[in-house]
């Protein structure tokens, strides 16, 4: 059973970055999600890492901005975010779990969450 923590959110300006950690304790051997939350609005896929790292998948929304890695030595996750907009603005939440591939973007199938970390881009 494994247990996820995320950390490094906070407050930025419109452009800016922020990179957020995933660190996990337990059985981690499984695909790394990452989504986000904003008030009123169902929760959102963002991005995703398989573990070994050789199948990459992102939102339409982040791609070319957001860059998601783990480092499985650290049992750590990474969501390094670039060119912040006001838009970004959410709890971001990571989250694991062991599933076929083309369920990756489905928050439903991951098993493991943690307790989100909120991210405030100010424009």
């Known amino acids: 059973q494994a247990q996820l923590a995320e950390s490094g959110g906070g407050l930025v300006q419109t452009g800016g970055s922020l990179r957020l950690s995933c660190a996990a304790s337990?059985?981690?051997?499984?695909?790394l999600g990452w989504f986000r939350q904003a008030p009123g609005k169902e929760r959102e896929f963002v991005a995703t890492i398989s573990w070994s790292g050789g199948s990459i998948d992102y939102a339409d929304s982040v791609k070319g901005r957001f860059t998601i890695s783990r480092d499985n030595a650290k049992n750590t996750g990474y969501l390094q975010m670039n060119s912040l907009k006001p838009e970004d603005t959410a709890v971001y939440y990571c989250?694991?779990?062991?599933?076929?591939?083309?369920?990756?973007?489905?928050?439903?199938?991951?098993?493991?969450w943690g307790q989100g970390t909120q991210v405030t881009v100010s424009s």
């Open positions: 989250a694991a779990g062991t599933f076929p591939p083309n369920y990756c973007r489905d928050w439903r199938v991951y098993g493991y």
């Open positions: 337990g059985r981690t051997s499984s695909t």
